[in-house]
């Protein structure tokens, strides 16, 4: 038990140690900067929808023949669906867009800001929280060489965003310790959510591949609806393009190499 709490926690220290940035660095991150840490994150998470979840889910179906993939097509649609459902009910704004998303608050710029950061790390805390709840349950295909992969390629792609929060705030006008503790708040779903996902696959074991692909599924919405518009925003963007490339295969070796 004490490597899954300590499994839940990589992923947060990530945030919390990007978001650390805030102390070090003068000014805001630079646009390039800001679009390769982005593809970089979107990479990562591609990768580990793939190999640490779609995979895994589709091979714990084996038994069902040529259906093997419909947990994971459930799992998949039901994911995207429950991001869908949050993208339209959680006001939230995004770093580089103007206009607030969801319904309308009288939120103040900065705690949308936090919230759309928040949005996009429950998912990721659900993938990690499932990884190890089939660890738990010793459900097969699961290693705990995987699952930590899984973690730390979070946890990676976690840093830059911890930054790139944590510094736009200060650069508005917040304090340094401000502006760091909330980089730190939109990270703390991550180990809320994976612990509550290890529980409800604690009880329900058979549900596990659907569990998997609906992580993958919520992840990848974020990837296709938030990190990809970013990191190809104006001009060069193959910078952002690159990124992708480095996050992806660094998070395909994880999973391989430790799995």
Same mark, same amino acid.
């Given at each position: 038990m004490k490597n899954?709490?300590?499994? $839940?926690? *990589? #992923?947060? *220290?990530? %945030?919390?140690?990007?978001?650390?940035? +805030?102390? &070090?660095?003068?000014?805001?991150?630079?646009?390039? +900067?800001?679009?390769?840490?982005?593809? &970089?994150?979107a990479g990562v998470m591609v990768a580990a929808s793939?190999?640490? $979840? !779609? +995979?895994?889910? !589709?091979?714990?179906?084996?038994? @069902?023949?040529? $259906?093997?993939?419909l947990p994971a097509f459930i799992g998949f649609w039901l994911g995207i669906l429950f991001l869908l459902l949050l993208d339209h009910v959680i006001p939230h704004l995004h770093r580089s867009i103007d206009q607030a998303e969801g319904p309308k608050s009288h939120l103040t710029r %900065?705690?949308?800001?936090?919230?759309? +950061? %928040?949005?996009?790390?429950? #998912?990721?805390?659900?993938?990690?929280?499932?990884?190890f709840a089939g660890l738990l349950s010793g459900s097969g295909n699961i290693t705990a060489g995987g699952a930590l992969a899984l973690a730390l390629g979070i946890a990676i792609q976690n840093f830059p965003e911890g930054a790139i929060i944590s510094m736009p705030l200060y650069t508005e006008g917040k304090s340094k310790p401000?502006?760091?503790?909330?980089?730190?708040?939109?990270?703390?779903?991550? #180990?809320? &959510?994976?612990?509550?996902?290890? @529980? !409800?696959?604690?009880?329900?074991? #058979?549900?596990?591949?659907?569990?998997?692909?609906?992580?993958?599924?919520?992840?990848?919405?974020v990837v296709v609806e938030e990190l990809i518009p970013e990191m190809s925003a104006g001009e060069h963007s193959n910078i952002g393009v690159v990124s992708f490339a480095i996050g992806f295969s660094l998070m395909m070796a994880l999973d391989v190499a430790l799995g």
């Open positions: 899954i709490i300590m499994g $839940l926690l *990589i #992923p947060f *220290i990530g %945030t919390s140690a990007g978001a650390a940035c +805030v102390f &070090f660095l003068k000014n805001d991150l630079k646009l390039g +900067v800001q679009r390769a840490l982005t593809g &970089f994150a793939i190999w640490s $979840l !779609i +995979v895994p889910a !589709i091979e714990q179906s084996s038994s @069902m023949g040529q $259906l093997a993939f %900065t705690a949308m800001m936090v919230l759309a +950061v %928040t949005l996009h790390n429950i #998912p990721e805390g659900m993938a990690v929280g499932v990884v401000r502006s760091f503790w909330l980089g730190v708040l939109s990270g703390a779903v991550e #180990p809320i &959510f994976g612990a509550l996902t290890v @529980m !409800i696959a604690g009880f329900v074991v #058979p549900a596990m591949p659907y569990l998997l692909s609906f992580a993958a599924g919520a992840m990848l919405y």
